[in-house]
């Protein structure tokens, strides 16, 4: 069983910053051959993928966030983190982490396989 628990949401003003983490167990689960993901969720709309990181270190980023956000993880320490940069009122919403085992990163900011586990969410007001 992989856990996550994510932190860091809050409220800032349009052009802030915010630094989200999510502490797993899935480094130790899945060793080197996993992905690990944030989804965000805005009140009305679908959840859509972030950004995502596998074993090797590769990336890849939704093309509203790209430039602005960075993914990235700690295996030591078992955290995967966003840093957000340059926030707008449409990064609002609640962010997810999620991990999935025995893939790679796909395309768009998603993971090449369904995600298995999920966190429960830390939210994110980004006032205008």
């Known amino acids: 069983q992989v856990t996550l628990e994510e932190s860091g949401g809050g409220s800032v003003q349009a052009g802030g910053s915010l630094s989200l983490s999510c502490k797993t167990s899935?480094?130790?689960?899945?060793?080197?051959?996993?992905?690990m993901s944030w989804f965000r969720q805005a009140p009305g709309k679908q959840r859509e993928a972030v950004a995502s990181i596998d074993g090797g270190g590769a990336t890849t980023y939704n093309n509203a966030v790209e430039g602005r956000f960075a993914i990235s993880q700690d295996f030591d320490r078992g955290v995967l983190t966003l840093q957000m940069n340059n926030l707008n009122p449409d990064d609002s919403g609640t962010y997810y982490c999620?991990?999935?085992?025995?893939?790679?990163?796909?395309?768009?900011?998603?993971?090449?396989?369904?995600?298995?586990?999920w966190g429960q969410g830390t939210r994110v007001t980004v006032s205008s």
């Open positions: 999620a991990a999935a085992g025995y893939t790679y990163i796909g395309t768009g900011g998603r993971c090449a396989m369904t995600m298995t586990y």
């Open positions: 899935a480094y130790r689960y899945y060793s080197n051959m996993f992905c």
